[in-house]
Structures are given as C-alpha cells and as structure tokens.
C-alpha cells in the first residue's frame, strides 16, 4: 500500500509561483513513477507532469511546458511539482500519483497511476 499526501496549494495571481509537494510513504518511493495531474469542475482529469522512478527522464504536458517543473528527492521520499508563470487555466485541483510499473511511455496516462492523493486546489486569480 501506498499513501500519498500533497500540499503547497493555494491562492497566486497570473504570474507568479507555486511549489507542491507530494510525500509518500509504505512501498519503497524509489520503486514507482509519480506524476501530477489536475482536475477541474465538469473536466476530466488531465496530466501535467509525470517523473520515471530514478528521476532520470521526464515529461510534460504541451500547456505547461517550460512553465512546470517536475522532481524527486527519492531520500525524503517526496515528488515536487514547480509551477511558474501561473495562468488562470492552470487553476485546479493537483493530484499526485504513483505507478508502480510505470516507464517513459506510459507514465503521461492516469490509467496506468495505482495510487493517489487527495489533492490540492491550486487557484490562479487574472
């Protein structure tokens, strides 16, 4: 079992800046991707970033790209997500996941996630 815990949302204007983090604990962290993902009101749940299990490789969305940066500290067992030059789209709520089998290839889909976190709204004012 894996449990998954976000934090670092909240209120920013067009602009500015976000951290969130991710803390994970049960299955060895080192033992699965993560990634992040965001959902709005009446919207689909929709990938952002996604990081392999050693943090060598990763990938973004076209939207955030450039904008968003994804990463891993393996030793606190915690996945980042650095959001800069905030939008008012990217207003959500962020999720993070883990895939024990995941790779390259398939960590940009939500399908292939075994775990998730509750979330954390992230609201960017124009």
């Known amino acids: 079992q894996v449990q998954l815990v976000e934090s670092g949302g909240g209120l920013v204007q067009a602009g500015g800046s976000l951290r969130l983090s991710c803390a994970a604990s049960?299955?060895?962290?080192?033992?699965?991707?993560m990634g992040w993902f965001r959902q709005s009101p009446g919207k689909e749940r929709e990938f952002v970033a996604a990081?392999?299990?050693?943090?060598?490789?990763?990938t973004y969305a076209d939207s955030v790209k450039g904008r968003f940066t994804i990463s891993r500290d393996n030793a606190k067992n915690t996945v980042y997500l650095q959001m800069n030059s905030l939008k008012p789209d990217d207003t959500a709520v962020y999720y993070c996941g883990a895939d024990v089998w995941g790779t390259i290839a398939t960590i940009r889909s939500k399908y292939e996630y075994d775990y998730w976190g509750q979330g954390t709204q992230v609201t960017v004012s124009s």
């Open positions: 049960g299955r060895t962290f080192s033992d699965y991707a």
């Open positions: 990081i392999t299990r050693s943090g060598q490789d990763t």
